[in-house]
């Protein structure tokens, strides 16, 4: 922790996920929410409860704002003390989904041509498509 920064508590945690709209989800024994992201992942905490000025120990939280909350230790502050959500756009989904090859050509190609997932890493959509139109045409 820096000396600018006050020890993080279970309360700043839980305003972090309150202010930046994660949703709460059911559990026994704490206070569990999750975040849907852009890019698809989900991330998930949870607070022992009661979330209360309980602190926690400088490796816990490195833990969870780098694997549970995906953020650095000022996004976090801004976020608690000012209400500023992270910057979670990432920037290259535009270009991954123009580019992402249609699940029915992905079934057509491992059911029909026989490739597997494997063999269609790093393809791109119009060579996915090309693969059909070729086994369609030739019928191999």
């Known amino acids: 922790m820096s000396p600018s920064r006050p020890t993080p508590t279970r309360s700043d945690h839980q305003q972090f996920v309150v202010n930046e709209g994660w949703r709460q989800v059911p559990s026994a024994h ?15 905490t949870r607070i022992s ?12 939280w ?20 000012d ?14 989904v123009d580019d992402a090859i249609p699940v029915d050509v992905v079934n057509l190609l491992i059911g029909r041509l026989g490739l597997t ?6 393809m791109t959509r119009q060579e996915a498509i ?6 369609w045409s030739t019928g191999r």
């Open 49 to 60: 409860r009661p979330p209360s000025k309980t602190t926690y120990g400088a490796r816990m």
């Open 117 to 122: 997932h494997r063999d269609l890493v790093g």
């Open 30 to 44: 704490h206070e569990t929410y999750e975040l849907d992201l852009a890019d698809g992942r989900m991330l998930r």
């Open 130 to 135: 090309s693969r059909l139109n070729e086994y």
């Open 83 to 96: 209400g500023v959500a992270p910057d979670r756009a990432p920037d290259d989904v535009p270009d991954q």
């Open 62 to 81: 490195d833990h969870i704002l780098r694997d549970q909350l995906d953020v650095t230790a000022d996004e976090l502050w801004a976020c608690v003390r």
